[in-house]
């Protein structure tokens, strides 16, 4: 898949599809001034390419093929070479919303010569241009996907180079430690100061190790968690879940067994979206239906992130209620202790659970708090995630060239350190990246970004 020219001139609609109340087209390029000139009549003062650039122009957009027939008022937004998105000349009309009246600006904008841009191609000329960083586009990509608080604040951090200043910390490292390296490779009788090869060294894989450790974080802060409630029937799974939601989602009832399917919600939880599934209750099998809810539910915990494991601490502790918790993974269980505004029949610290009541909300906070610590770490706090698999996987590989440079014969260790800043590089796109893997990271933008 090569990738397109960048030296032509292209348009597309940049607005979403369907009705608004504004559409916006697009244009990039040496001839979007020419490309202006023809369609867009100003209201008052000179065409578009000779007016100062920056500014917002009032005029109609015409059909210059039918005598300058109206196609609808519009505002241009002008902008010159460095100074836009692209780095190019860029021209943006701001037309009413309607699909039938984009497409004649597009059609128009076409019959002026410009091309129909494909998917992330201003993002690629942006790139390509050097007005961005190859981790930076990405992030232009991450953050109009953002579906949640958490993966549109990353992206934001992504954008504004908050990553590439962690890279370059590192790749500043690699190179003292390669100069050190090379000097002793010139002067072996004087051997390489440990200060100079090994601390560097040793803080760049600290470096790398404290972002390859947001990844995890990155992955369910980005793309969500599941979070299953588990639990003997009438523990009050749903009744919780239904307090977490803010509003009746589940039955609640005091049938032990009601809920006998399962159940998925969405539930946003400090900006970190998480599905939510209520489950059968599980309790010694009596009959065909109650036995494969059990079945359900466990095989639900294993598909889960995080499972909260109901216990009612209201009446006694029962010795099945700890076999279920051995059977679940403790690091992806939380234990907790419901119905907390009754008289309690053992105390939570035992369980070392987290003491919740439904009604009247006690332990809501810290249970949200716990759970958002228990799928974050200590990443919680971090203010960039890596979430990004190439990134991810770049980091890796740098990791490993690092750990194999400790210690090696000065000449491997250089190679070593060689790779790991292609490696590095590789993020950013500071080295060269395939044009495969950009072709495949630009495919995935939408047309007009
Ligand atoms: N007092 C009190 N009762 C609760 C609480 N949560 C649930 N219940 C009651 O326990 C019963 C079972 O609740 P439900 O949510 O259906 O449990 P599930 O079977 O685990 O889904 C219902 O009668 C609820 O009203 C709570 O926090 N406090
Ligand atoms: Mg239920």
């Known amino acids: 898949m090569p990738l397109p020219p960048t030296g032509d001139t292209i348009a597309a609609v940049a607005t979403a599809p369907g009705t608004g109340a504004v559409g916006i087209v697009r244009v990039s390029g040496p001839a979007a001034y020419a490309v202006a000139d023809r369609l867009f009549r100003p209201h008052r003062g000179p065409p578009p390419s000779r007016r100062r650039a920056g500014r917002v122009v009032f005029g109609s957009i015409v059909d210059a093929r039918h005598q300058d027939e109206l196609v609808d008022e519009a505002l241009l937004l002008t902008f010159r070479a460095p100074h836009s998105y692209t780095g190019q000349d860029v021209v943006e009309f701001q037309t009413h919303g309607g699909p039938a009246v984009l497409r004649s600006v597009l059609d128009l904008c076409l019959h002026a010569g410009a091309r129909m841009a494909g998917p992330g191609e201003y993002t690629l000329r942006a790139f390509l241009g050097g007005r961005i960083d190859l981790a930076q586009a990405e992030s232009v990509l991450a953050l109009v996907e953002a579906q949640s608080d958490g993966a549109r604040r990353n992206a934001a951090l992504g954008l504004s180079r908050a990553l590439g200043e962690r890279l370059d910390a590192i790749q500043s490292d690699l190179t003292e430690a390669y100069a050190a390296l090379q000097a002793g490779l010139d002067y072996p009788e004087e051997g390489v100061p440990e200060a100079e090869l090994d601390v560097p060294l040793a803080r760049a894989l600290e470096r790398v190790e404290a972002l ?92 889960s992130d995080l499972c909260l494991l109901l216990v009612d601490r209201s009446r006694p502790l029962d010795p099945e209620v700890q076999g279920l918790r051995t059977r679940l993974s403790a690091a992806r269980t939380l234990v907790v202790a419901s119905k907390a505004d009754l008289p309690a029949a053992w105390d939570e610290a035992e369980l070392d659970a987290v003491a919740v009541s439904a009604h009247s909300g006690e332990g809501l906070e810290a249970l949200r708090a716990a759970i958002r610590r228990r799928l974050l770490g200590d990443a919680a706090a971090s203010e ?47 080295t060269e990246v395939a044009e495969e893997t950009l072709a495949a990271i630009f495919a995935s933008f939408c047309v007009g970004k």
């Open 212 to 303: 390859l450790a947001t990844a995890e974080a990155g992955r369910i802060g980005v793309h969500g968690a599941r979070l299953a409630l588990l639990g003997r029937p009438n523990a009050g799974k749903s009744s919780l879940l239904n307090a977490l939601l803010g509003f009746e989602r589940s039955i609640v009832s005091d049938v032990p067994g009601t809920t006998r399917d399962y159940l998925e919600a969405p539930l946003a939880l400090d900006g970190v979206p998480l599905t939510a599934i209520d489950t059968a209750g599980i309790r010694s099998a009596d009959d065909a239906v109650e036995a494969s809810g059990v079945a359900l539910a466990e095989r639900i915990a294993d598909a």
């Open 384 to 430: 960039l995630w890596i979430s990004n698999q190439r990134h991810a996987e770049a980091l890796v590989s740098v990791r490993h060239h690092l750990q194999d440079a400790r210690g090696a014969p000065p000449d491997l260790a250089s190679l070593e350190l060689q790779d790991a800043l292609e490696a590095l590089g590789r993020i950013t796109g500071r």
